[in-house]
């Protein structure tokens, strides 16, 4: 009876320190990873981020798409439906992918804003302002004296990434923010790729018209001219030049 007891206590005994050690190599891993993403930025953070959903992380993390882009109204992003079957338990993305989402497209709206952005597991949670995305509220292009007040909850959102900050370095708040400061508003032309928020689709939900975006933005145009249109450059500037 002895015998079995201390064999008993002895399987207990490596089983737990087994236990203990394989959790302390993981803690130990996380620790290492968290560390090198906040000490290299941007660049040392996987495609799937960290933590949340890493199929919606690497759409937000894509960082050139080279298709042609399709020129849309911004009531064509406000008509996209809800998926019928995402939910938190059924995450495939073919639904959304038949909806439009991966498609790459040029829309022509007022910004009202470009937000900083903060801590996202798309990011791996880094918080400097090079490593966080910008958000940015787009509304009606025909809307004659747009305010966030009035015109936010019809807007649709648009994305600066930090990955496409890395070969475009002016696509940025800093950047876009000082021309929406002159009037309230800027007229811009925003290319870059159709995207279904499914993270606020299924909690946390924004003040929005719903919850397609242009995420990433590849490339954002801005109107220096008394008027311009969507099928024409003459007078837009390109961001990227500024």
Request: aromatic share 6%; proline share 5%; net charge positive.
């Amino acid at each position: 009876m002895k015998q079995i007891l201390v064999s008993f206590f002895l399987v207990v005994f490596v089983f737990g320190s087994t236990v203990d050690a394989q959790q302390h190599r993981t803690r130990a891993k996380t620790s290492t990873a968290k560390r090198s993403a906040s000490a290299g930025g941007i660049r040392d953070c996987p495609d799937e981020g960290r933590g949340g959903d890493p199929n919606l992380n690497r759409r937000k993390n894509i960082r050139s798409d080279n298709k042609r882009a399709t020129l849309q109204k911004l009531q064509w992003m406000k008509d996209r439906p809800d998926p019928k079957n995402f939910t938190r338990q059924t995450t495939s993305r073919a639904e959304l992918t038949r909806l439009g989402e991966g498609r790459k497209i040029t829309v022509v709206a007022y910004a009202l804003v470009a937000r900083p952005g903060s801590k996202e597991s798309c990011n791996c949670g880094l918080s400097a302002v090079k490593d966080t995305d910008n958000h940015i509220v787009l509304v009606d292009p025909t809307i004659k004296k747009p305010t966030l007040t009035a015109n936010e909850a019809d807007s649709e959102t648009a994305e600066f990434t930090p990955r496409v900050r890395l070969d475009h370095p002016n696509l940025s708040r800093a950047k876009l923010q000082p021309l929406i400061d002159v009037r309230g508003r800027q007229l811009v032309r925003v290319t870059g790729l159709l995207m279904f928020d499914s993270e606020h689709f299924l909690g946390r939900h924004l003040k929005r018209h719903n919850n397609w975006e242009i995420h990433p933005v590849l490339k954002l145009e801005y109107c220096t001219a008394a008027t311009c249109t969507d099928t024409s450059d003459a007078g837009w500037k390109s961001l990227d030049s500024r």
